[in-house]
């Protein structure tokens, strides 16, 4: 049977991946001390297996990470099921849309940031924040212009704190959409008044007072489907140093696609027309029957 291939971790990760992948929190609940809390509104953009370890991975850059005891496991409810339910040995909720992801009676619970050398303390101060309406735009176009790593690709570059803040994981694959940009650009290859109308339009949307209502989104968390803007495909796949998930319109978004960047890219991880849940965990059930 399938089901006896893969370890009962690998198949609560998968059970969790496909209800909760590029969904957004409504409401998270931990109930032990941990160093970081999860935003209500941040999205969620992968879960990972590891021996009994679950992590799952935040849009800012959180991650969430829990080790099952003997006993323990992810479970995943409707609603109205889970009020129905004995709450008591529950240690994380998670809610999305009408489900809620639970975590029962795990042995370590913790969260941190997620490994990106890029926002690392010791690299240099943070950039201005985009979301403060006081914020000099002006420096943060002169920190894109004058990057130090002249090959990092803009899809890079917009996640560098050092540069600015503000910017998450779901907003940069937007904001390249409607730039029109070619994620994997070289940041060198943009003129100032390209850095300029990036900048310019980053921050507007985040001070917008319905930035964080929106959820309507062109191209994040639509792997396979239509583009709006150009009827293409839309694609998923992972890049930078730190494997951040990526999504963008290959068709569209082609400005400066001439001056690539090859480092850290992988062109297409994701077939299209197939969930990245549902590819990761027929990569997993491949691995696990080559090793058994």
């Known amino acids: 049977m399938i089901s006896a291939i893969l370890t009962s971790t690998q198949r609560q990760a998968a059970s969790l991946r496909i209800a909760l992948i590029g969904?957004?929190?409504?409401?998270?609940?931990?109930?032990e001390d941990v160093a970081l809390g999860l935003k209500v509104g941040s999205v969620i953009e992968e879960v990972r297996a590891f021996g009994r370890e679950i992590e799952i991975v935040f849009d800012d850059g959180v991650v969430l990470r829990t080790k099952m005891s003997l006993r323990g496991?992810?479970?995943?409810?409707?609603?109205?099921?889970?009020?129905?339910?004995k709450r008591g040995a529950a240690k994380v909720l998670i809610q999305v849309e009408n489900l809620i992801a639970a975590c029962i009676d795990p042995s370590e619970v913790e969260t941190h940031h997620d490994f990106d050398p890029r926002?690392?303390?010791?690299?240099?101060?943070?950039?201005?924040?985009?979301?403060d309406p006081k914020t000099d735009l002006d420096l943060c176009v002169e920190l894109m212009v004058e990057y130090q790593d002249?090959?990092?690709?803009?899809?890079?570059?917009l996640l560098d704190q050092r540069v600015m803040r503000g910017i998450g994981n779901v907003f940069r694959c937007e904001l390249l959409w409607t730039c029109e940009l070619h994620p994997w650009a070289k940041v060198s290859s943009l003129?100032?008044?390209?850095?300029?109308?990036?900048?310019?339009?980053?921050?507007?949307?985040?001070?917008?007072?319905?930035?964080?209502?929106d959820r309507t989104l062109a191209v994040y968390g639509r792997h396979g489907k239509e583009c709006e803007?150009?009827?293409?495909q839309v694609r998923v796949t992972h890049h930078g140093e730190a494997n951040r998930v990526l999504y963008w319109c290959a068709d569209c978004q082609n400005r400066h696609?001439?001056?690539s960047s090859s480092r850290y890219v992988t062109e297409h991880d994701t077939p299209p027309g197939v969930h990245p849940a549902e590819f990761i965990y027929l990569s997993e059930l491949e691995r696990a029957r080559k090793s058994g």
């Open 73 to 85: 496991s992810w479970k995943v409810f409707h609603i109205a099921d889970w009020q129905r339910k």
């Open 191 to 213: 003129s100032r008044d390209e850095c300029r109308e990036l900048v310019s339009i980053a921050a507007e949307i985040l001070q917008s007072r319905h930035a964080s209502h």
């Open 23 to 31: 969904k957004d929190i409504r409401s998270a609940t931990i109930a």
């Open 150 to 157: 002249a090959d990092a690709t803009i899809a890079e570059v």
């Open 119 to 131: 926002r690392h303390p010791l690299l240099g101060r943070n950039g201005p924040d985009l979301s």
């Open 229 to 232: 803007r150009c009827t293409g």
């Open 257 to 259: 696609a001439g001056t």
